[in-house]
Nanobody, 125 residues
């Protein structure tokens, strides 16, 4: 199966940028879609962005459109989340997720089977 490991989280000032990485590994990788979710303190997990592993389809949550960009490096089995113009409300644990059995580029947690451990992003004002 696929294992996911996020990295790149940290503390950044409001208005700054941060780039998260999600490295996928496994004996036989079968990734259809990959996504980023986040869970702010005291709130439920919410959709951030998703990308097809093959092709150029992407989706973004309304709160991050125009500021965040999801991308991938298929050869390296890495997905990225470039976060610009960060706001304090972006503070959350960010999770990488993937599925090997779905075609539709889902935006719900239930659309993804494999999850990373999460990486903390803190935006200070």
């Amino acid at each position: 199966q696929v294992q996911l490991v996020e990295s790149g989280g940290g503390v950044v000032q409001a208005g700054g940028s941060l780039r998260l990485s999600c490295a996928a590994s496994g004996r036989a990788l079968k990734i259809y879609n990959m996504a980023w979710f986040r869970q702010p303190p005291g709130k439920e997990r919410e959709f951030v962005a998703a990308i097809k592993w093959v092709g150029d389809n992407t989706k973004y949550g309304d709160s991050v459109k125009g500021r965040f960009t999801i991308s991938r490096d298929n050869a390296a089995n890495i997905a990225y989340l470039q976060m610009n113009s960060l706001k304090p409300e972006d503070t959350a644990v960010y999770y990488c997720a993937a599925t090997d059995a779905a075609y539709v580029l889902g935006t719900g947690s239930g659309d993804y089977r494999t999850w990373g451990q999460g990486t903390q992003v803190t935006v200070s004002s």
